[in-house]
């Protein structure tokens, strides 16, 4: 693995392992009498156990005992000669553990994807001691890298390999220690304290999404999906927008054609139905006049869901805009980049061929772009100022049509009416660079003096319809 290119000296090697990497390996298994030195002791080397295999060559940790030495760590740990027994059950260490989970992707691609498939124990550290561990914060720590562990395996089917642990992290990230949690109310375990564990998930689905044809993720992925989306916790819902544009990308490549106008049709469905609280149907809605705003009281409600459903089509809006300045397309994969192995993983945001683009252009035109038009009367002020953005980052050429600028024009209009200083993004740069960041449709900093809510900033003026 490239990991592993640029060896230090076979001389310098092998000195070190003659006289220190015995110690280190003792480390994990420390006994002084002392519990709080030994577990001192196996913290020190689960932190340095990741230099340590990339120092002497992850296909030679088996020999070098640095396999042991991991296992070691994670197994349970007491003083057998006690004779009571009571210290032999003891979990190991916390901190060892919540260490080796934030560390142990790394270790994966170190070792390269021939020798993990084949080693049963490692694999069975992830699932069982780490996936699967009852402490949130080893659960935290493996799933901010889980795409990069998954990533570190071969494709295909069978123990060892990607599509074998779908359904595993399917069923453990929708259980109830993790998107489960969210239901959970009570004064001992309230949902908020969660988030930060379903907020993780939301950050890796993008890279999980583009490691698996279209057909799992569909089966095992889009729910995970569909349930951060409609998280309780604003931050989670943003977070999980951007895999919107990475999960059309990925179903658009289906084998079938068919089967790729279904996938997508499908999500497109699911974000009018939960996002737009039935727009539709609301006669309010289509009336092109400013004055019936007020009278829009039964959208109310779901407010957020509208700018939620805004920041969606500005992240598609915002892949079709990569590397736009590029007239040759050069960015996306050529033939000599395919074959290469997977390392680093394939970027989820990386420039789309002219198929793809043109793919893109039809989903927003033709489905995304008609009911976020229709906000254009909303009655609460930020949906109408979160719609502005959203179009500010549509591509030129859809920009530019009639419809789009006529609506765009007087948006526009009624900003520049509200006493909000030079906060709001209202030239095309200024708007591109605040989408940039993971929380979806952002102006620059507020000034102390302002509020923000739900990512937008909130003024006097503003909070009136």
Request: aromatic share 6%; glycine share 6%; hydrophobic share 40%.
């Amino acid at each position: 693995p490239p990991l592993m290119m640029g060896r230090p000296d076979p001389e310098d090697l092998k000195s070190i392992r003659a006289t220190l990497l015995q110690p280190f390996s003792a480390m994990a298994t420390c006994q002084t009498g002392e519990e709080t030195t030994d577990a001192e002791m196996r913290v020190y080397c689960a932190y340095s156990l990741p230099a340590v295999i990339l120092l002497f060559g992850g296909s030679n940790w088996e020999r070098d005992g640095l396999k042991s030495c991991f296992l070691d760590l994670i197994r349970k740990v007491g003083n057998g000669s006690d004779g009571d027994g009571g210290d032999s059950n003891s979990p190991p260490p916390l901190p060892v553990k919540r260490c080796l989970a934030s560390s142990v992707h790394a270790v994966a691609h170190m070792l390269g994807p021939e020798i993990v498939s084949r080693d049963k124990e490692f694999l069975a550290s992830f699932e069982v001691s780490f996936l699967s561990d009852s402490d949130e914060a080893i659960r935290l720590n493996m799933l901010k890298n889980l795409a990069s562990f998954i990533g570190s395996l071969p494709p295909g089917d069978g123990v060892g390999h990607r599509n074998y642990y779908l359904p595993i992290i399917h069923s453990t990230i929708m259980g109830e220690d993790v998107l489960g949690a969210a239901k959970i109310r009570s004064a001992s375990n309230p949902g908020v304290l969660n988030w930060r564990q379903r907020d993780a998930v939301a950050r890796v689905m993008p890279d999980l999404i583009v490691l698996y044809d279209a057909a799992l993720v569909r089966e095992y992925l889009w729910p995970i999906l569909k349930t951060l989306l409609s998280d309780s916790v604003s931050i989670v819902r943003e977070d999980a927008g951007w895999s919107i544009p990475v999960i059309l990308r990925k179903y658009a490549k289906a084998t079938r054609e068919t089967d790729a106008n279904v996938f997508i049709k499908e999500v497109i469905e699911w974000l009018k139905e939960t996002h737009l609280d039935d727009v539709d149907d609301n006669p309010l809605v289509r009336k092109s006049t400013r004055h019936r705003k007020k009278q829009m009281v039964a959208s109310e409600g779901a407010f957020s869901k509208r700018q939620g459903y805004c920041r969606i089509l500005a992240a598609v809006a915002l892949v079709m805009r990569m590397d736009e300045n590029n007239s040759n397309n050069a960015g996306f994969l050529n033939e000599s980049r395919k074959k290469e192995a997977p390392y680093p993983p394939i970027d989820p945001f990386g420039p789309l061929s002219p198929s793809e683009r043109d793919r893109f252009r039809s989903i927003v035109v033709d489905d995304l772009l008609p009911p976020a038009l229709e906000m254009t009367v909303d009655c609460v002020a930020n949906v109408r100022l979160t719609l502005t953005k959203c179009l500010k980052m549509l591509p030129v050429d859809i920009r530019k049509e009639s419809h789009v600028e006529e609506v765009l024009s007087t948006l526009e209009e009624e900003l520049m009416t509200w006493d909000v200083g030079n906060t709001l993004p209202l030239n095309d740069a200024a708007s591109a660079m605040g989408a940039g960041g993971s929380g979806g449709v952002n102006s620059s900093d507020p000034p102390a003096t302002q509020r923000m809510v739900d990512g937008v900033i909130m003024t006097p003026t503003m909070s009136a319809c």
